[in-house]
C-alpha cells in the first residue's frame, strides 16, 4: 500500500483517513455520536500522520477506533410497587495501552451504544493528557434516575453491579461518576462490589465517599479543574477572570464546582440551567440556592426564581447561550451548544468558550468559534480534572493514604497547567497555533499510539 512510504502527502494521509472514517460509519451506521468524536479526533491528528507515517504503517487509526471490549447486559430490578423493571447496562473497555480502563458511569434514559463509545473514546486521549497511567472507559446503563426512591436507586445499583463486577477490578477497569450518578450511587455500587468479592477493593471505583477510601477535592475536581484551565487561557493573554460576566450551563456535578471555583476568583456568574431550562440572574447567582435545591433536595432549578425574584426563569435550556457574557462554560451535556447557539454567542461578544461537559459543542460551533478566533477550551483538556483526581483516588488508595484538600487541589492546579502547556505546545509543533483542539487531540493520541506500537499487535 502507497501509504506506507516515508512520504506521505497530504492527500495520501487524508485517504488513509477517509477510508477508516467509512469503515466506522459503515460497520455501525447508527452511532452519529461516536462517528461525531472520531471525526474531530482524525480531524486533528491529520498533520501528526503527514510526518510520522509510521502511525499509518501500524494501522493505528483503524485499531484505536475499535474497542478493546464492549459489554452489554440486562439489569433487572423491583420498584416500590413490586414491579420488575429491566434496564440495559454498558461497559465499553477501550484501550488500556497506557493503564486500566478508566472512566464514568452514565445513568440517563438517553445511554446507548453510539452515547457509550463516544464517551469511552474520548477518554481514551483526555486520560492520557492527564500524565496518569489510565487507560479509556465508559459505562452506564440506559435507566432515569429521576423520580426515584432512594431504595429503587439502590436496588437498581446492586443489580447493575452484580454483572459489572465481572469485568471490572483495581487493575482492570476503574469506573467512577457521570450524568446521574454521585456519591450515593458510587456508595451503593461500592457496597455490593464488596460483598460479591468479599474483599475491600477501595481502588475498584473512584467518586467514593470519604468514610471508605474516597479523596478530598475530588468532588470538587472537575469543576475546579475547568476553572484552573481558564485561567491559564486568560493568563495567556495577560487577563484574568475577575469581573468577567461568566454563562455555566447545567447544575449537576461539573456546573455546581464550577461556579464555585469562578466565583471565587471574583467571576460573575450569571446564569446556570437543568434540562427543564435555566435562570438568568444579573447580580450574580446565589450558590447556596442551586446546592440546596439540586445536591441537597434533587429539585428543579425552576425553583430558584421562587426564591430569588432577582432572577429570571426561562422554560427550554438551550436559551441559555443568548446571554450576553465574556466566558460561556457548556457543563451540561452533549451537543447542547450548536451553531446557531454559537453564532449568537460570537455576536454578543463571548471571548471564552471552555468545554466543561463532555462534546458539548457541535461540530459547526466548533468551526464558527475557531473563524471567529474564540478561544476555545475542548473538554478532554478541561474536564480532565475529574479522572485526574479519581487517578490520586488511586493512588491514595494503593498507598493506603490520605491526602489533604489542599495536597489534592495543588496537585490538580499543577496538572491542569502542564495540559494547558502540553496542548499549546503540541499545537505549535504541528502548525496550529492557538489551536486547543488541535493540540489536546495530538498530545493525546501520540502518546496512546506509541504505548500501542510498543506493545505490538494485540
Ligand atoms: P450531573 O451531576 O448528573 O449533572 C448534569 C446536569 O446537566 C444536570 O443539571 C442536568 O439537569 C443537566 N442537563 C442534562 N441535560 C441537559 C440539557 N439538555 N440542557 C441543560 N442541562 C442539562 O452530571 P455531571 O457529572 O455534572 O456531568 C455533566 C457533564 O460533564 C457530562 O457531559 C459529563 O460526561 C461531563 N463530565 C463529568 C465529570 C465528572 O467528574 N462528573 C468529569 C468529566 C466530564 P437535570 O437535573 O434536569 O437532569
Known amino acids: 500500500m502507497s501509504l506506507l512510504t516515508e512520504t506521505n502527502t ?27 468524536a472520531v471525526y474531530v479526533i482524525f480531524k486533528s491528528i491529520k498533520p501528526v500522520l503527514v510526518k510520522n507515517p509510521h502511525y499509518i504503517h501500524h494501522n493505528i487509526l483503524e485499531r484505536i477506533v475499535e474497542p478493546e471490549r464492549l459489554i452489554t447486559f440486562r439489569v433487572p430490578w423491583v420498584d416500590d410497587q413490586g414491579n420488575i423493571q429491566v434496564n440495559r447496562g454498558y461497559r465499553v473497555q477501550f484501550n488500556s495501552a497506557i493503564g486500566p480502563y478508566k472512566g464514568g458511569l452514565r445513568f440517563h ?32 446503563a440506559d435507566f432515569d434516575p429521576k423520580g426515584k426512591s432512594d431504595g429503587e436507586i439502590m ?33 451503593y455500587m461500592f457496597g455490593q462490589y464488596k460483598k460479591i468479592k468479599r474483599s475491600f477493593e477501595a481502588g475498584v471505583l473512584t467518586g467514593k465517599g470519604l468514610l471508605y477510601g474516597g479523596s ?11 476553572i484552573y484551565f481558564v485561567k491559564e487561557m486568560l493568563n495567556d493573554q495577560g487577563q484574568s477572570i475577575a469581573g468577567k460576566n461568566v454563562v455555566i450551563s447545567g447544575s449537576g456535578n461539573v456546573s455546581i464546582y464550577a461556579i464555585e471555583k469562578a466565583m471565587e476568583l471574583g467571576a460573575n456568574v450569571i446564569a446556570c440551567s437543568d434540562s427543564g431550562g435555566y435562570i438568568y440572574d444579573p447580580d450574580g447567582i446565589n450558590l447556596d440556592t442551586v446546592k440546596q435545591l439540586k445536591e441537597v433536595q434533587r429539585r428543579r432549578i425552576s425553583e430558584y426564581a421562587l426564591i430569588h425574584p432577582s ?57 464558527l468559534f475557531l473563524e471567529s478566533n ?18 490520586l483516588e488511586m493512588g491514595q488508595n494503593s498507598s493506603r ?58
Open 10 to 36: 497530504s492527500v495520501e494521509v487524508q485517504n488513509y483517513i477517509d477510508s477508516v472514517f467509512n469503515k466506522v460509519k459503515e460497520k455501525d451506521p447508527n452511532q452519529e455520536e461516536f462517528h461525531q
Open 109 to 140: 434514559p438517553s445511554v446507548n451504544t453510539s452515547i457509550i463509545k463516544f464517551l469511552g473514546f474520548e477518554q481514551i486521549f483526555k486520560n492520557a493528557l492527564t500524565g496518569q497511567p489510565i487507560g479509556g472507559g465508559k459505562g452506564g
Open 155 to 187: 436496588r437498581f445499583c446492586q443489580s447493575y453491579m452484580m454483572e459489572l463486577a465481572n469485568h471490572i477490578g483495581p487493575d482492570t477497569d476503574v469506573p467512577a461518576g457521570d450524568i446521574g450518578v454521585g456519591a450515593r450511587e458510587i456508595g
Open 216 to 226: 478530598l477535592a475530588r468532588k470538587e475536581a472537575t469543576g475546579y479543574g475547568a
Open 311 to 367: 432572577a429570571t426563569y426561562m422554560e427550554g435550556s438551550s436559551g441559555i447561550w443568548s446571554i450576553p457574557c465574556d466566558i460561556a462554560l457548556p457543563c451540561a451535556t452533549q451537543n447542547e451548544l450548536d451553531g446557531k447557539a454559537a453564532k449568537t454567542l460570537v455576536e454578543n461578544g463571548v471571548k471564552i468558550v471552555a468545554e466543561g461537559a463532555n462534546m458539548p459543542s457541535t461540530a459547526d460551533a466548533i468551526a
Open 374 to 391: 474564540i478561544l476555545f477550551g475542548p473538554a478532554k483538556a478541561v474536564n480532565a480534572g475529574g479522572v485526574a483526581v479519581s487517578a
Open 401 to 458: 493514604m490520605a491526602w489533604t484538600f489542599e495536597e489534592v487541589d495543588k496537585k490538580l492546579q499543577q496538572i491542569m497547567k502542564d495540559i494547558y502547556q502540553n496542548s499549546v505546545q503540541a499545537a505549535e509543533a504541528y502548525h496550529k497555533p492557538g489551536n486547543l483542539i488541535s493540540g489536546a487531540s495530538i498530545a493525546g493520541f501520540t502518546k496512546v499510539a506509541d504505548a500501542m506500537i510498543e506493545q505490538g499487535v494485540i
